[in-house]
């Protein structure tokens, strides 16, 4: 259950304790934990824990420590020791469960993602869609969040220097193990829990939109794009107009051109010559349109089927006596 408020119900007062006494190695929870609470920095290096549970002393502590910090919770430990277990980490117990969880992270993760970006980009192409997506779940991407929450300080993997010098490094499966936790938490705390997570911690960074589109289009021919795009759309084909030049005659010109459509100015592109500032301006009308967001988006994650039975097209009646 994600809890939000003061309180971290599930954390039990010999936890509260245990928590106290990890102050002194520099793990602490905000005073007043909230909803994925962020940690403030966290050391980077892992001592690697290598016991085959998490019953000890320090593990206990360090997992009260965790929960208060991300205020997620499961009844059973066991669960976050098999989500908190890199596939190089074998025992009997979680050599399925481990990558049960990855891969199923790995599906709520495009799920929820992909759902929102094409629900807030309706006129992205796909290609561009899926380049953004990619942008907000990139390996880097949770292995920072999973740093954040400090999963180093619990995950259990094996080293490269113990496996013979091959395997993956820290930052890896920092990643590998955050995406386990999002399946984790999908699995046994429901889609509204997961989606949360995944709305709060990856969809709230910054991406660089226009840098993905921009990419796009000039893969692309975007004078033929742009005569498309306008065709499907149902307005006027696309005009180039000059707009304003200076030292023509020089070697210092500038050029800026409009790109009309109609009379609505759908772009605009300068250059030292017309034609580079005619392609700065379709590849600008390009982007405007793709990028176009809606602010306020309904997704399709977000309807209550519970509700649905309470839903009726009868108009009320009265039912005073007269």
Same mark, same amino acid.
């Given at each position: 259950m994600i809890l939000a408020g003061r309180r971290c119900a599930g954390v039990s007062v010999a936890a509260?304790?245990?928590?106290?006494?990890?102050?002194?190695a520099g793990i602490a929870a905000p005073a007043r934990p909230h909803l994925f609470a962020v940690p403030r920095s966290l050391a980077t290096t892992s001592a690697g824990v290598t016991a085959e549970s998490g019953s000890s002393t320090g593990n206990e502590a360090q997992l009260a420590a965790f929960t208060a910090r991300t205020g997620i919770t499961?009844?059973?430990?066991?669960?976050y020791w098999d989500a908190l277990t890199h596939k190089s980490f074998k025992t009997h117990r979680n050599e399925n469960s481990a990558g049960r969880y990855h891969a199923l992270g790995g599906r709520v993760l495009d799920l929820y993602v992909g759902e929102y970006v094409l629900a807030k980009f309706p006129d992205m192409p796909a290609e561009a869609a899926e380049s953004i997506m990619r942008a907000y779940t990139a390996p880097k991407v949770l292995s920072n969040v999973g740093q954040n929450f400090g999963v180093q300080l619990?995950?259990?993997?094996?080293?490269?220097?113990?496996v013979g010098g091959e395997g993956e490094g820290e930052a890896a499966v920092r990643a590998w193990v955050t995406q386990s936790l999002v399946g984790a938490l999908y699995q046994h705390k429901g889609p509204a829990a997961a989606r949360s997570f995944i709305h709060t911690y990856f969809l709230s960074r910054a991406v660089d939109i226009e840098a993905h589109l921009d990419l796009f289009v000039k893969m692309r021919r975007?004078?033929?794009?742009?005569t498309f795009l306008m065709k499907r759309l149902g307005k006027p084909s696309p005009i180039a107009r000059l707009i304003k030049e200076t030292g023509r005659l020089s070697s210092n010109a500038v050029f800026i051109v409009g790109m009309y459509s109609g009379i /609505?100015?759908?772009?605009?592109g300068y250059g030292s010559s017309l034609k580079m500032a005619e392609t700065r301006a379709v590849k600008d009308?390009?982007?405007?349109?793709?990028?176009?967001?809606?602010? /306020?988006i309904t997704?399709?994650?977000?309807?209550?089927?519970?509700?649905?039975?309470?839903?009726?097209?009868?108009?009320?009646?009265?039912t005073s006596a007269h």
């Open positions: 509260v304790s245990a928590l106290r006494a990890t102050r002194a499961f009844e059973d430990q066991s669960i619990l995950m259990r993997w094996k080293k490269p220097s113990e975007p004078r033929q794009l742009l /609505e100015k759908i772009g605009e009308a390009l982007i405007k349109k793709y990028a176009k967001e809606v602010k /306020e997704l399709p994650s977000e309807f209550d089927d519970a509700s649905e039975a309470n839903v009726s097209f009868f108009q009320q009646e009265s």
